[in-house]
Structures are given as structure tokens and as C-alpha cells.
């Protein structure tokens, strides 16, 4: 007998219907002789609602009253799924964050976990029940409902199953699985049956928005497997496993090692460029200090000499949002350190080439850029990880440069 | 400084600028020096939605599930009163059922309420907090959530009032006080401003649906005062208060005593007789067991004796909705007892006259059987208490019966 957490999100119970067809394939797990956890988000939309409500009331709703408001979601479904499961003839049980001791740090709207009480489920389980639990909610030390934030349902699901050490995470969503790349962009996109955690988490953070990036960190610190999978239909999705089971499985079957796995693109991009500043020390952090102090997250970051001596020329990426904020903070500090001016560009997009295979097979950076040069594409910038190689383009190549990748790394189906 | 505890409706918090009238008000009672805690209901039309789903998902919901889902409609209510506040430079914050120890007993979707924990609300009373609670739910000892039925929130508000010795339980609806009678049978009705709580009750149950009966049960056992009132204008409403108090403050204020308080009518009835039943110790029980075992709650009984010797005619009312169920017993019950048939009519209606008054003024029924004896009306049924007489009449009298009556009595404005 296994134990199986199922997650469903929001489109998956976005209608009563849906919601009964959640119940169906529940029981349906269950009558294959597991023990089933479900984990739910609440209804599409339902979400934003309530928070356009607050919004509404309150230009800047306090967190803690808006996780009181945003936790009714899950509630809400997770009573209509249990209600469900009853009405086909099953056993099951809601509950909610604080009656499985889902205990999160403070930080409301975007808590993180601190640990879950799996002795409540075990004894629903033990019942016979399928228990059904809300997902994205939780408690903090003084009894205020929490809330982990958007996606925070993947990552109550990947957490139910470390602490009950699920077999498996199964995470429903409206895709099925997770692809080479966006198969709106290459219509020979192939499905990857298996996927390493690590580079999972590389393809969730560059805007593959399948999997929220936390639960997936969540998944590599707790070892939990997850499968990935459409909640539409009974096929199989993709697995998200260790690096080490990844190798194992790809050795055992004889199959070719894989530099890359699979290529994102990233269009929520603007570049600044700062000339004429000094090479000294100190010198990025005057920049990159009152950034951070005002929330601005910065992505890439080369800093190059410029053709004049002692000075270089520093450029970064942000966010589309953030370029406005940006661009003032770098104005002025570039005044002060006597550069000269800053360019902006808004119409840049980041293209990433992600595969834990890159360690062992040098060359994939000089491949990507005969491959895109091929093209004529100029690359603006490029970031590099152990097992990633991001770079920035122009916008209008983005889709072009994703294409000429695909095929240079043999990603076709 | 007083504690004023503020029960809002369905009605009184049904769109956010009523929520944000709820938070003017509530700002404004703490400004003129009081400690405020307010007791909020689910937006109106919320938790018809919330059962609808449940009904469309479960023919017969578990009223446990149930419940998880409807005290959903209360929480959000209370998250957007508490930001309403906020909004408007105040403090406040929400407090859901089992966050204040709301403990009541496990009859879920009538639950009663046990005990409060009037410790966390002086704690944010204390730091000048406005504490906002959920109406209508609670928790019991397994620590799963309850509600406690139609109107709930009355009695929530009540039992805070009781559990934080408020000086006041300020119950806001959509009508501005407790009337003589309705006024759209009545246009000089007048606007109550003393009621004792024993004739709101016997008001509240006949069909006055100002207020929750259970709340005022409670509000007569634990001694707490209401001032029900309008949310939509400040003026002073209906004080329901210890018949005492009533007593005393009438005398001070040298007022004739009053016979008849307030007349109500029912539509709600419908009558059943059963003719040629032996008279004899047993025969009443064998009627109303099996009626008591399927539900049906009977209101009116009158035993009467037949023209023929030894024999008796049973009449008795129930709800118009039960009335197909009450008639198979009793047509079951008669054949077994050789009676002759049962006679049913829903074409009648119940007036009723309250008045703490009748307890020492005798000849309240007379004068009521004369008034209505001039305007031709016939008394099918009557039955009274200690401070209510209320007579069965043809329903297309029911509001003849109540205009004559509320002049006969002097009711009028």
C-alpha cells in the first residue's frame, strides 16, 4: 500500500463539476489501494476576488487581515471536495490549516513552513477517509492565520507528503507535464518524463510558472518525489526526481546523457546599463544596496572594463515593473560616482538553457552562441550557473533564439 | 466608559460601502469613549450561495463539512470590517470562533454555544484595539468548526455581551426597532421603544423575525439588554430589557401599565382536526409521538369533547410544510383509534397579542373575542399563556383580525 498526496489547483476545482471529477479520481486512487491525502487551492479566481475586495477597502490591506480573508478559498474547497467524495460514496474529512498543525513563520502573505502535526492525518487515514486538506494556509505561533503566498498550495502539498513520507507529490494542474521548452513557441516541444529537481527549480525560477519554485526547493531539501501531471486527463506527466535517481534511471535505460533538458524564456525583463563609472571596490555595492533596500530584485549582472582606464561599465536586469524605480536609484547614484547616465531598454528578453548534464559536458556555452550568431541574433548578456546558461537578447529574438536552441540541443520530439 | 458590543446583519455589511458605514459607526462609538467589539454576519446572500453548492455537490450534506463551508460567508466578513477600520486611521482586528474559545456542542448547523473566552478580547480591548468577531460559528471539543444555525449571529453577539459583562448588546438591521404590529397591515403602528425580553421572545417565535429566539433566551438568562436598531440612520431603536427593568421605569415615568405590547400574525399554519376519538387518558400521545418522531412540530392543541358520549375532536396546527406528513400520521393514528377521519385546512393563520401585562390585568381574551366578534371574525382555535393569547382564524381575516385588534388595545401611534 502506498500513501499518495494529490494537489489540485485552482482550475482543477474551479467548478463543481471539476470538483466532482476531483472526487472521482481520488476514490479512484484510493479503491487502487492507497491511502490518499488531497490537497487543494481554492477555486480559480476565487483568490483574486477576495483579495480585489481587500484592495478595495484598503489601498495597502494589512497581511494579516487579508490572510484571514484570502484562507477562505481553500475552505471553501476543501469542504466542497470532501462534500464530494461523500456524495460518490467515499469517506473523507476536511481540514484546515491550524487542525493539522500547519505551523508557518509570521510573515503574512508569504509565510514559510515550519512544520506539520501528521499525526491528525495519520488517524484519517486510519479511518479509512480520505483526508482532504486546504492548501496555502497556515498558522503562525500566536494562532493568526498564515497564508504561504501564490502557488503556496504546490507547496503545502510537497510538505503534507515529506511529513507523512508520501510515495509520491502528484501536483494536478492544466498541463500535463513539463516541456523542453513552450510548445507555443516550438510545436516539437517534447513532454520530459523525468526532470532532476535542480533543474526543476532553475526552469520554475525563469518563468516556466508550472511549479512554484518553493515547493520545489522544498521537494530537494525533503527528498520528496513529485509527478506532475494534467488533472484533465489519466496521462502520464513528468517526474520531478533527484539528480542521482535521474542518472541512475538515464544509465540503467542506455540512454545518452543530456546537456539540456529543457529552454525558458523570460520576457518580465528590462536592462540598465551605467558607463563610465570607477573601478574600485565598492563600487557595485553603492548601486545594488539601495536597490535591494527598495525591494527591486536584480537578475543578471556583468560588469565589464570600459575602453576607458580605471572606469568599466555596469549592466543588470530587472523586472518590466521595477524598471521605473530602478532607473531613478541608478540615476542618481551614477551622479554621485561621476558615470555617465544610464541607458535603459525594456524590450529585452532572458533565454535559458537548464540541464544538470552541463557539469560533465563542457562546451554547451559555445554551442548556444554558434547556434544563436547562426541566426544573427547578438546576445546582450550572459549568466551563467553550474547547470544553467542564461542570456539575455533582444525581445523581438527571443522566440527565434528559443527555436535555434531547441534544435542545436536535439530537443525535438 | 462603557462596553458596547455591535451585532451587524447580512444586510448591514452587504456591499463594502455598507461594510465601510459599519466601520464609521463602529469608530464613532469608540471615539465617544467606548470599548467596542463587533459581532458580523456573513455578506448578504453569502451563505445561501455557500449551502447552494454544498446542495449541488450532496443531496444531503454533512451538516459537519457543511459548516466548514458556511463559516466561510463570516470570515471574510470579519477580515473586511477589521481593514474598513483600518482604513478609516483605526484599530481593529478579526477574531474567528475557536480564536476566542466560541466553544460550543457538536449539533452542527445548530450548534449551541457553551462558553467564551473573554480573555483574548479584553487583551485587545486593552490595546485599543475594535475586535472584530465572526457571527455564527464556533467550535467544539474535537476542534472542528460549528455554526449555529439560522440568525446564529444574534445569539453570538448576545453571548459576547453575556461573557464580557457588556453594558449594551446593539443588535443593527434592516429596521429600526421592534413595532406594534407590522405596519404594512397596520400604518399607525408605532415604534416600541421598551419591550421586556419575555414578550420579544413570545414575539420572536410567533413570527416577528427581528430577532433570533435563541439570542433572546439568552439575552433573558444571562441579563443582557439589546438595543435593536437601524444600521441605516442613527435613531434610536427598541430596547429589549428585563420585564424588572420595564416594570420599574414605566412606573417611573407614571405610565399607565400596558395590557397588550405587540400583536403578531403567521401565515405559517395549517390545521388539522380529528373527530370521533375515544376520550380516554392515552389518546393525545398516540397522535403526537409518531409526529414528534418524524419532526413535525405542532404548535396549537385543542382537546374539545364530541356530541357523542365518550368520544372527543383532537385540533391541533403545524407548519404549512409539514402539513402532507402530519396528515399520514394522524389519518393512520385515527383509523387505528375508530375515529372518523382527519379534516385539514392551511387556509388559516395564528394573530397573536403579547403583553407582559395580561399577568395582572384579567379580561384581555374577552375584550380580544369581542373586538374580533365585531368585525365578524371566527375564532377557530385559541391557546394562551401567562403574557400571550393567540387565536386561529381564516387566513383572509388574519390582517382584519390584526387592525382591530391593535385598535381595540390602543396600539396605535
Not at 471529477?21 to 483568490?47: F, H, I, K, P, Y
Not at 470532501?82 to 473523507?92: R, V
Not at 563600487?283 to 568599466?312: Q, W
Not at 544573427?376 to 539575455?392: N, P
Request: charged share 25%; hydrophobic share 40%.
Amino acid at each position: 500500500m502506498s500513501l499518495i498526496v494529490q494537489k489540485y489547483g485552482g482550475t482543477s476545482v474551479g467548478t463543481l463539476d471539476r470538483i466532482r471529477a476531483v472526487a472521482q479520481r481520488c476514490l479512484r486512487t484510493q479503491a487502487e489501494g492507497n491511502d490518499v491525502v488531497v490537497c487543494v487551492s481554492a477555486m480559480a479566481g476565487e483568490t483574486n476576488r477576495l483579495l480585489e475586495m481587500a484592495r478595495q477597502i484598503h489601498p495597502r490591506p494589512d497581511p494579516r487581515e487579508t490572510d484571514v480573508l484570502a484562507a477562505t478559498g481553500e475552505q471553501v474547497s476543501v469542504a466542497l471536495v470532501a462534500l464530494a467524495i461523500q456524495a460518490a460514496g467515499g469517506k473523507a474529512r476536511s481540514f484546515l490549516g491550524d487542525q493539522i498543525g500547519m505551523r508557518t513563520d509570521d510573515q503574512y502573505g508569504r509565510a514559510r513552513i515550519l512544520s506539520v502535526d501528521d499525526d491528525v492525518l495519520r488517524a484519517s487515514l486510519a479511518r479509512g477517509e480520505i483526508a482532504v486538506v486546504a492548501g496555502f494556509q497556515g498558522e503562525d505561533e500566536h494562532g493568526r492565520i498564515t497564508t504561504l503566498g501564490r502557488g503556496g498550495s504546490d507547496t503545502t502539498g510537497v510538505a503534507l507528503a515529506a511529513a507523512l513520507q508520501a510515495d509520491v507529490c502528484e501536483i494536478y494542474t492544466d498541463v500535463d507535464g513539463i516541456y523542453t521548452t513552450d510548445p507555443r513557441i516550438c510545436p516539437d516541444a517534447r513532454k520530459l518524463p523525468r526532470i532532476a529537481c535542480e533543474e526543476m527549480l532553475e526552469l520554475a525560477s525563469l518563468g516556466a510558472k508550472v511549479l512554484q519554485v518553493r515547493s520545489v526547493e522544498f521537494a530537494l531539501n525533503h527528498d520528496v518525489c513529485i509527478h506532475l501531471r494534467s488533472s484533465f486527463d489519466d496521462s502520464e506527466g513528468s517526474w520531478v526526481v533527484t539528480e542521482e535517481e535521474l542518472r541512475s534511471e538515464l544509465q540503467e535505460e542506455h540512454m545518452e546523457d543530456v546537456r539540456v533538458r529543457g529552454l525558458a524564456v523570460d520576457r518580465n525583463c528590462a536592462k540598465l546599463a551605467l558607463h563610465h563609472l570607477p573601478s574600485r571596490p565598492g563600487t557595485a555595492a553603492k548601486i545594488f544596496r539601495p536597490l535591494a533596500e527598495r525591494g527591486v530584485n536584480v537578475d543578471v549582472i556583468v560588469v565589464a572594463p570600459s575602453s576607458v582606464k580605471g572606469k568599466c561599465t555596469l549592466t543588470f536586469t530587472v523586472e518590466r515593473g521595477d524598471l521605473a524605480t530602478a532607473t531613478e536609484i541608478a540615476s542618481s547614484v551614477a551622479t554621485e560616482l561621476g558615470g555617465k547616465g544610464v541607458e535603459t531598454d525594456d524590450k529585452v528578453a532572458k533565454v535559458s538553457m537548464v540541464g544538470a548534464g552541463m557539469r560533465s559536458h563542457p562546451g554547451v556555452a559555445a554551442d548556444a552562441f554558434e547556434a544563436l550568431a547562426s541566426v544573427g541574433i547578438d546576445i546582450q548578456l550572459v549568466s551563467t550557473s553550474e547547470i544553467k546558461i542564461a542570456c539575455v537578447v533582444a525581445e523581438d529574438r527571443a522566440e527565434d533564439a528559443v527555436r535555434v536552441l531547441h534544435r542545436a540541443f536535439g530537443l525535438a520530439g
